[in-house]
T-cell receptor
Framework: DTAVSQTPKYLVTQMGNDKSIKCEQNLGHDTMYWYKQDSKKFLKIMFS???????INETVPNRFSPKSPDKAHLNLHINSLELGDSAVYFCASSQGQGGRFEQYFGPGTRLTVT | GIQVEQSPPDLILQEGANSTLRCNFS?????LQWFHQNPWGQLINLFYIPSGTKQNGRLSATTVATERYSLLYISSSQTTDSGVYFCAPGGYNQGGKLIFGQGTELSVKP
């Protein structure tokens, strides 16, 4: 039973394309997150949703748009992909918001833009 | 914003050795987690430890919230312990976010 799952695991695409990454959690959690890990392994939060409502929106280009159809799913759509978007993207979830609940991470999606 | 510093940045151990990883942070927090990122890139939860001490097998962690640091102890290290260890404090003062340190890269040699 995978707690937080992401698809696809690997994504190779060309500059200018639009792509989506999907995330699902079966933990019954209310809050979900997207993180980006760059080539130096630095991890930074991008977005957070609580019960389908956007609660954290870091300084991220408008080309990145999260969507939460229900509280178990949080997808990330990226328009007009650029070379600098190459990174590993992690989805995570927690029981609640406020940063005080344990967060559980998915396996990551390695995005390579050529 | 909060500053998070992990030390050492890199560590090479012989199998069977013990080690201590440190995480200093500059603000009060409601949450602190330790993660292990294995060589395949998976982020594994080790501890949720905003304060106090916890143990899980060969690993243990201590957070002294009033002094703004946390320690991760690895005893009798094994090659499978290799990878990057991240601490991530966070909470209300951090806008409800976890802020990741830069990590300690551990290599355990057989």
């Amino acid at each position: 039973d995978t707690a937080v799952s992401q698809t696809p695991k690997y994504l190779v695409t060309q500059m200018g394309n639009d792509k989506s990454i999907k995330c699902e959690q079966n933990l019954g959690h209310d809050t979900m997150y997207w993180y980006k890990q760059d080539s130096k392994k630095f991890l930074k939060i991008m977005f957070s949703y609580n019960n389908k409502e956007l609660i954290i929106n870091e300084t991220v280009p408008n080309r990145f748009s999260p969507k939460s159809p229900d509280k178990a799913h949080l997808n990330l759509h990226i328009n007009s992909l650029e070379l600098g978007d190459s990174a590993v993207y992690f989805c995570a979830s927690s029981q609640g918001q406020g940063g005080r609940f344990e967060q559980y991470f998915g396996p990551g999606t390695r995005l390579t833009v050529t | 914003g909060i500053q998070v510093e992990q030390s050492p940045p890199d560590l090479i151990l012989q199998e069977g050795a013990n080690s201590t990883l440190r995480c200093n942070f500059s603000d009060s927090v409601n949450n602190l987690q330790w993660f292990h990122q294995n060589p395949w890139g998976q982020l594994i939860n080790l501890f949720y430890i905003p304060s106090g001490t916890k143990q899980n097998g060969r690993l243990s962690a201590t957070t002294v919230a009033t002094e703004r640091y946390s320690l991760l102890y690895i005893s009798s290290s094994q090659t499978t312990d290799s990878g990057v260890y991240f601490c991530a404090p966070g909470g209300y003062n951090q806008g409800g976010k976890l802020i990741f340190g830069q990590g300690t890269e551990l290599s355990v040699k057989p």
